[in-house]
């Protein structure tokens, strides 16, 4: 079983930065990828990043690349979004989440085993 705990979600203006922590813990030895998905009001939830855990292969989806990077502390077992010009609509709950099994893609919410509880990120205009 694996546990994932976030941070580092609020309210900032459009334009700044924030940076989202999730810190695994359990059975993190078979850890194959992270992500970060989100859940705008009224909408799906959406990929936004993933990091494979050994190779540190990325993939963003289009709406965030070039503005969201996602890393990985492996001595921490955390991953991170840093999330640079930050605009109103990617206002949403960011949720971190977790697979120990193997996928020739890492962009798929089925993929994923373990969820974080979300945080909530809201951008002013």
């Known amino acids: 079983q694996v546990q994932l705990v976030e941070s580092g979600g609020g309210l900032v203006q459009a334009g700044g930065s924030l940076r989202l922590s999730c810190a695994a813990s359990g059975r993190t030895f078979s850890m194959y990828a992270m992500a970060w998905f989100r859940r705008a009001p009224e909408k799906e939830r959406e990929f936004v990043a993933c990091i494979r855990w050994s190779s540190g292969w990325t993939s963003y989806a289009d709406s965030v690349k070039g503005r969201f990077t996602i890393s990985r502390d492996n001595a921490k077992n955390t991953v991170y979004l840093q999330m640079n010009s930050l605009k109103p609509e990617d206002t949403a709950v960011y949720y971190c989440?977790?697979?120990?099994?193997?996928?020739?893609?890492?962009?798929?919410?089925?993929?994923?085993?373990?969820w974080g509880q979300g945080t909530q990120v809201t951008v002013s205009s």
């Open positions: 989440a977790a697979t120990g099994q193997w996928y020739s893609d890492c962009s798929y919410s089925y993929e994923y085993d373990y």
